[in-house]
């Protein structure tokens, strides 16, 4: 899980430029309850299991600064089809994942759908969703 996560921090440090709307795309939104305004959201979005899984990169990064109860992120200019987003809320702003000696993440992390991992990251079948248009997910950080 670890390695899966911090290679998702590394990927999500790079924030890439918002995507040109235009009547065939659609947008998705992640509304992140994060309590304090410290540190950083970061937020990948994948587009193939094969890149959610490490063979890959996201389709779509980007890094907000956390707010004070919801932090938004919103990206655009996406093709309809299949997408699942990690989050990690990065509170020390130290560009990593941190996690206990045995692994566990001590900074609140997330997937989309609300998805859950069994002794590791969320399948992508788990965090999996249609895009055709726009789409809002309220997500709680963990």
Excluded at 89 to 117: Q, R
């Amino acid at each position: 899980m670890k390695t899966l996560l911090i290679a998702a921090a590394a990927t999500l440090a790079l924030a890439a430029p918002a995507l040109a709307q235009d009547p065939q795309t659609g947008s998705v939104t992640f509304e992140f309850a994060t309590g304090k305004a410290e540190g950083t959201v970061m937020v990948a979005l994948f587009d193939r299991a094969e890149a959610w899984g490490g063979r890959g990169a996201a389709v779509a990064n980007q890094a907000v600064p956390a707010g004070a109860g919801v932090t938004t992120v919103t990206f655009t200019g996406l093709a309809p089809g299949d997408y699942a987003m990690r989050a990690m809320h990065d509170v020390n702003d130290d560009g990593e994942l941190n996690t206990n000696p045995f692994g566990m993440p001590t900074e609140p992390y997330a997937f989309s759908n609300g998805a859950i991992g069994n002794m590791g990251p969320a399948s992508w079948a788990q965090a999996r969703f249609s895009l055709d248009g726009a789409v809002v997910q309220a997500i709680e950080l963990r």
